[in-house]
């Protein structure tokens, strides 16, 4: 059984599109359906927020940074066993690598599926006729199937907006939610507050309860399609293992690891080992391979600091010739020390020379061309791979240490080496997401 589905997307960010996407899979929920669900784009933290509210899967779908088959395989793996397919857009419908891909819209045309664009209505009247015009008519590869007005005032207001949508879009006007105080997702610094910290249960059910009460969902229902892009067969890993005994740090310091590529790792017969460096937890004794992934250690860099048992087992792990690699966070923390916002400087691991500081913030954002400069568990050295960087913290003494990678940016620009590599530690600023893709073929359709 596979599922039919749909893309939630917006002409901004900020339009709401989390919230209903999560208001929709627990809607879905209640009406018995199993709800499989994707996020468009290099997110880790709304894919936690569909899964707490009912998702049974949530793959991240990167057209830019990822092959052509892994997103098939993975689009093929949430529609699997499902009754309907939930995806939220990143960004506005239209926005990503220069050339367009990695956007909503061009998932949604690989994929086949019909997107129900979120209009954010405070403050717009008629205008919203001619800003869905614009949307619905600006790429005619896809298909922008429904149109959902958010935030909107009284009756009046709600009034004019379905008088001037149905005047130019007959029959797409799925409903109007009202704006609702109670709704409100804190953030932070990259992105919202994670689900891991907040009450998403209650928060689903809510914004469910104004779903059911303000949209059509029957007819959303109705308008979901089947993917469109054949599975390939077996793909490959994303990211091969670092080990056959991974440990790998979570908690609310490192949370920022892609499901898919975890799951790779065990169906290559690798097994995980979560442990908490916030309850100072050290890595399994006998583990060959450590990961720490990004997350936030400077919110925490005090208590990572005070973290005997989990700084000494990281050094225990080098000293016995573990491969040791951290991302983003996992790689500050690997470093000699890490400089919070209010400029105090904790000391770290200090298997790598590096020290970064979080109180000069300075936003890296953007896709990356990624090559190995060295021979590690990821390849030789040559191999490409794409990722993603976002981050504020700074790179103050990068340390004598070789770079792990060479960088450019989504367009290729050379952007210079990054990370850093010590016998057989090594980590950077970057999330790695697949292998580098060949160009993408035509699209293969069933």
């Known amino acids: 059984m596979h599922a039919p589905g749909f893309v939630i997307a917006a002409p901004q960010t900020g339009s709401g599109k989390t919230l209903i996407t999560l208001g929709l899979i627990r809607a879905f929920r209640r ?117 959902i007005c958010n935030r909107s005032g009284g009756a009046r207001h709600v009034g004019m907006l379905a008088q001037a949508l149905d005047a130019v879009l007959p029959g797409r006007r799925l409903g109007a939610l009202p704006q609702d105080p109670t709704l409100a997702v804190p953030a932070r610094h990259l ?32 308008l979901a399609q089947p993917l469109a892009l054949a599975a390939f067969g077996a793909g490959d890993l994303l990211v091969p293992p670092p080990g056959q005994r991974i440990a790998l740090a979570e908690d609310d310091a490192f949370a920022f690891f892609y499901r898919a590529t975890l799951d790779g790792w065990r169906q290559a017969g690798a097994s995980i080992h979560r442990f908490s460096p916030l309850a100072d937890e050290s890595p399994i004794a006998d583990a060959d391979a450590i990961v720490l992934p ?33 991302e983003c966070g996992g790689f500050m923390v690997l470093g000699e020390a890490l400089i919070d916002a209010e400029g105090a400087s904790h000391a770290m691991a200090g298997l790598l020379p590096s020290v970064t500081s979080f109180a000069d913030r300075h936003l890296h954002l953007g896709y990356r061309r990624l090559r190995l400069k060295t021979n590690t568990f990821l390849g030789d050295a040559g191999t490409a791979y794409r990722g993603h960087e976002f981050h504020y913290a700074r790179l103050t ?50």
């Open 294 to 326: 990004g997350g936030y250690p400077e919110l925490h860099a005090g208590r990572l600091a005070a973290a005997v048992g989990f700084l000494g087992g990281l050094r225990r792990a080098a000293d016995q010739g573990a491969t040791i690699y951290g």
């Open 397 to 446: 003494e990068p340390g004598d240490a070789p770079a792990a990678f060479d960088v450019a940016d989504a367009a290729g620009r050379p952007l210079g080496p990054a990370g850093a590599c010590r016998g057989t530690v090594f980590g950077s600023f970057m999330h790695l997401i697949d292998q580098a893709p060949e160009r993408h073929p035509a699209r293969v359709l069933h």
């Open 191 to 222: 992105g919202l507050v994670q689900a891991r910290e907040r009450d998403v249960d209650a928060l689903a059910e809510r914004a469910a309860d104004l779903v059911a009460e303000h949209l059509d969902l029957e007819r959303l229902e109705q």
């Open 31 to 147: 009406r018995g359906l199993v709800v499989g669900g994707f996020k468009v784009g290099p997110d880790y933290i709304d894919p936690a927020f569909h899964l707490r509210a009912g998702a049974v899967a949530c793959p991240n779908l990167d057209s830019w940074a990822m092959r052509l088959s892994t997103l098939a395989q993975l689009a093929d793996a949430a529609a699997s066993n499902a009754d309907i397919l939930v995806g939220e857009g990143v960004m506005g419908l239209f926005d990503g690598a220069p050339d367009g891909s990695g956007s909503t819209a061009d998932v949604a045309a690989l994929l086949g599926l019909p997107v129900v664009l979120v209009v954010d209505a405070k403050g717009l009247g008629q205008s919203v006729a001619a800003l869905a015009q614009g949307f619905v008519n600006h790429r005619d590869d896809i298909e922008i199937a429904g149109i």
